[in-house]
């Protein structure tokens, strides 16, 4: 009677390959599977205890690490990533991390142990051994490194596409405002595209800025007032994010200041579904469902392949009219 | 040299119960776990590989089932739920069903092959299987009869608490709408709750409803549409959730119904952490983060005790006002 090696010679490929298959596990390329499973019929062979016993050995874990996992955006990229995994049969282990380095760490300690398939992983923090783990890791957001595949939006066409936005509808005085020159992650080539498109067109853009303006705080209403004194005549503002978009309009409305009238707000992320809170925010749509696609599939890439190196993988970005440009 | 079962017999606990006090698991009563460690010193006992092996027997991961983990309310309870399992080193398996029954029962397929310790889950579904199950369950806003402990909001007093606050404003014509009236699950107290208000206070109420009033589609606009066309002189609406009650006004203000001089409006769950997308709504606000607490608790006492049977564990609410009465 043929066994696993019978089959595993015959398709020139590993033993691990062929259970893969039998146990319609992720990892194999499509053509080589189909090869598989043809020899598998030619030598008429059933799969044995040892072959059914891999899949117990392995485990079908993703680990997902999240910031914030109730954060809108965040919470539609969860969504989305658990979709993507359970259509290929795997499960998420869901790591909310809070944005602390130390629940990061935490969380790396268990799915080392727990021989978790691989990571994807949104994280802000510089954790050392995550960087360095030999777990196949792939980035959202947040360029780690070449050994470190990174999915995106096109931030940097996003900021582009948002002063162009505000200069088409007249704007005269056009500020960015938020984090995004001083963060590490992806989210800086907002900043560097909204910069680029305004050297192309030849006019000064403001910049407003100061570290983490995510959430309605105290500091950010702060930080948001002091714009409209340094720049009384700003008319036009691209927000870094969508709810700090709509904390600047809550603020310039609180000061009498009408949007979109005498002042247009662009966002970013696209995290209203409905118009049913005002305002419907003009602003860059992150394409959720593709990159969440894609950091499942490069991540599988990964695995099969783990010295898999590659620069940032970028998903376009539109831009979508709301009621405030 | 002393070994567990010395330290079990000592303790008067099976070896089980040791180990979990050794390995710093979940399942072991305060007082219980302080007497094994005391003994453990006493007999100056070095747990062996025995025993630290049964860390690896078990898995330390509780399944989340939750049909959208991206709807604002969900997605509270899973960052909650998350957080607590986390502080008691538990994981979490993300189990997002899109509420269909296929999926909840491929989950609960993949549960019991992964020897997960228990379930939280928000199912809106009859799942056979899933009530059947022997894996410890603890529901949340649904009773599935006394086997399965159930964890909810005091969704009656808030139904309560939303008519008296219309009444106390004013209102003269009240409606409830939405989907409480139909409903399997614990929601359909508001509308109890609502109802019983009334009587005590002798007053009409009108029920607007019909199956499935989640999000903004078509559907829901035209059934809003309906109440205006029925009832024109409506002046006080409860609606069943914060996003039916955002969207109720968004159809009152098309139709140049001013909120909230003309019509108020209140509703349930409490997902606007901030002002910042209008309007800011009055509403029953879940206590969140005290459901998800329970529902852990509860959880490791099911876990520890497979017999417990319990009526619905009800967590009190606040009314929380808003812009919108």
Avoid: W
């Avoid at 989305?80 to 969380?107: P, T, W």
């Avoid at 209203?272 to 419907?280: C, G, L």
């Avoid at 991540?299 to 405030?324: C, F």
């Amino acid at each position: 009677m043929p066994n696993i090696k019978d089959v595993a010679a015959r398709a020139g490929v590993g033993i691990n390959t062929v259970s893969r298959v039998i146990n319609n596990r992720p990892g194999v390329k499509a053509e080589t599977r189909a090869r598989i499973l043809d020899i598998i019929k030619q030598l008429d062979y059933v799969p044995n205890e040892v072959a059914r016993n891999f899949r117990n050995q392995t485990s079908n874990v993703v680990a997902f690490f999240v910031p914030f996992v109730s954060n809108p955006y965040l919470a539609k990229v969860t969504a989305s990533i658990e979709h993507e995994l359970h259509q290929r049969d795997l499960k998420m282990m869901l790591c909310n991390s809070d944005s602390h380095s130390e629940k990061e760490l935490a969380y790396l300690n268990i799915v080392r142990k727990e021989k978790v398939l691989g990571i994807i992983g949104i994280t802000y923090n510089d954790v050392h051994e995550l960087l360095e783990t030999n777990v196949p890791f792939v980035s959202i957001d947040r360029f780690l490194g070449k050994k470190i595949p990174c999915v995106a939006a096109d931030n940097f066409m996003g900021g582009r596409l948002a002063l162009r936005e505000l200069v088409q509808k007249g704007c005269k005085r056009i500020a960015m405002i938020g984090d995004a020159g001083v963060v590490q992650s992806e989210v800086r080539h907002r900043r560097r595209g909204f910069k680029y498109e305004a050297d192309e067109l030849g006019i000064d853009v403001i910049f407003h800025e100061k570290r983490n303006t995510i959430g309605y705080s105290h500091n950010n209403i702060v930080f948001i007032d002091k714009l409209f004194d340094k720049v009384p005549d700003v008319d036009g503002v691209f927000a870094v994010s969508d709810l700090l978009a709509a904390s600047v309009i809550e603020r310039a409305t609180k000061k009498g200041i009408h949007v979109p009238s005498q002042l247009k707000v662009v966002g970013f992320d696209g995290i209203q579904d409905n118009p049913i809170f005002s305002p419907y925010l003009s602003t860059i749509v992150q394409p959720v469902e593709q990159i969440a696609k894609t950091a499942v599939e490069i991540l599988l890439e990964k695995i099969e392949n783990p010295k898999l190196r590659s620069d940032v993988i970028t998903i376009p970005v539109a831009y979508r009219q709301g009621d405030t440009t």
